[in-house]
């Protein structure tokens, strides 16, 4: 149906959607306790829901072959599951926990460029060192540090894939002093280099850009 909306501009949100469909939606919706007279069901800032919602969202960008729907589809069972299983944990102490990390995650997508440190991110939302990593790990299963990492390679991916931006250029970007050390980074974690990925999967350079 035609619909439309939108965020206030004082007290802005981000919507994060997806259309799903299948035999067991019903008992699914029920579970959720979904009605049309409640149709929001609150269930905190979860990061783990964001970067298994961001998986799928990427896989679906590399293409459409049975290979990629199929990784995306069981991604999104995935997800659906956690929703589940939060819809049950959020307030019951995990949503101030969530909230923090999310805070410190947002922080680091708008700091991608600067040498973030832990300490640092920690203080930003109010723990300890030792206490924000434990709480950061348990809830993304990452590191701070390695969380951070993947942030940075995803969105070298991104540039890569709709920009002509030399490796330099996008290494600088995101805080990488050497070029080599970032193509080391991204050969790591994609098992292919920079260059490879943009021949594989990024638009052409224009003339006069380096690759």
């Known amino acids: 149906m035609p619909h439309v909306y939108g965020a206030d501009k004082k007290n802005p949100w981000t919507i994060y959607w997806f259309h799903a469909i299948g035999a067991n939606m019903p008992l699914y919706m029920e579970r959720l306790g979904v009605t049309a007279d409640k149709p929001i069901v609150r269930l905190g800032g979860d990061v783990q829901m964001l970067s298994l ?10 293409g459409f072959t049975m290979l990629h729907l199929l990784y995306a589809a069981h991604t ?6 956690l929703i589940l299983r939060h819809k049950d944990e959020y307030g019951y102490g995990m949503a101030d926990v969530q909230e923090r990390v999310t805070e410190s995650i947002e922080f680091m997508k708008s700091h991608l460029r600067q040498p973030l440190k832990i300490a640092t991110l920690a203080g930003l939302v109010r723990l300890s060192r ?6 950061f790990q348990r809830v993304t299963g990452y590191a701070p540090l390695s969380y951070l990492n993947h942030l940075r390679m995803r969105q070298a991916v991104q ?19 050497d070029q080599f050390y970032f193509t080391r980074a991204f050969t790591k974690m994609h098992n292919h280099s920079p260059t490879e990925h943009r021949r594989l999967y990024g638009r052409p350079v224009s003339r006069g850009g380096r690759s």
């Open 159 to 177: 540039l890569l894939n709709t920009t002509d931006l030399s490796i330099k250029q996008i290494s600088e970007q995101l805080g990488f002093c």
């Open 53 to 62: 919602f961001e998986d799928v969202f990427e896989e679906l960008e590399q």
């Open 76 to 81: 999104l069972t995935h997800l659906m599951g």
């Open 130 to 135: 030792s206490h924000y990593t434990t709480l």
